[in-house]
Each structure stands twice: as structure tokens, then as C-alpha cells.
């Protein structure tokens, strides 16, 4: 598998939560879950592109699969939730670019 599409990704993690992980854990868990998976992003983006020094526990770790990680629980939540990612995304880059085509050329702080 190399290219998949979100709408893909959703239906992959739905097979693979049903066969390998058995069922979902509830959302709630979920949520706590997504949040320890941010938290372990967090950790690596402060100690390796931050100012905190870098254990060297914490050298060997794979942001690219810390960041799975975390599109693997989010996308669990939106199967929970019913919510089509892809979608959703579309929607909100068209929200995206109408409230902001000229605040972030306008913004000083970005010149």
C-alpha cells in the first residue's frame, strides 16, 4: 500500500480494529489514548526541534511513527463518531481559505 486516500485510511483502521483489534475501545479511551499520542509527538518536537535537550532514550524514536500513531486514534474516533475525515477536511480548508486569503498576507508577523 503505497498511496491511500483518508476515506481509505478510515476503512483500513474499521478492518483492522475489527479483525486484529477486536472491537473499539470506547471513545472516551480513545480520546485519552490520542492524548498520550500527542503527548509523545510533543516530547520529541520539544526535545529534537526545541530547546529542551535530548535524552538519549528519546534519539532512537520515529516521529513519522509517533505521528501514525496519532492519525491511527483520530481516525478511530471519527469511524466512532461518524464523521468522514476526508470530508471534513475539504469543508474546513474551504473555511480556512475564505476567513483567512488576505489575514496572513496582511500580517506583519509574517513578512
Known amino acids: 500500500m503505497n498511496e491511500i486516500t483518508i476515506k481509505q485510511a478510515q476503512k483500513t483502521v474499521d478492518d483492522w480494529i475489527k479483525t486484529i483489534g477486536i472491537r473499539y475501545f470506547d471513545e472516551m479511551t480513545n480520546t485519552a489514548i490520542l492524548m498520550e499520542e500527542v ?41 466512532q463518531t461518524g464523521i468522514d475525515l476526508e470530508q471534513a477536511l475539504i469543508k474546513n480548508l474551504e473555511k480556512k481559505t475564505a476567513r483567512d486569503t488576505e489575514r496572513h498576507a496582511n500580517n506583519p508577523k509574517l513578512k
Not at 43 to 64: H, T
Open 39 to 79: 503527548g509523545e509527538v510533543a516530547r520529541i518536537m520539544a526535545r529534537r526541534y526545541g530547546e529542551q535537550s535530548e535524552k538519549e532514550s528519546d534519539k532512537n524514536k520515529d516521529l513519522g511513527d509517533e505521528m501514525a500513531d496519532v492519525l491511527f486514534v483520530l481516525i478511530c474516533l471519527a469511524n
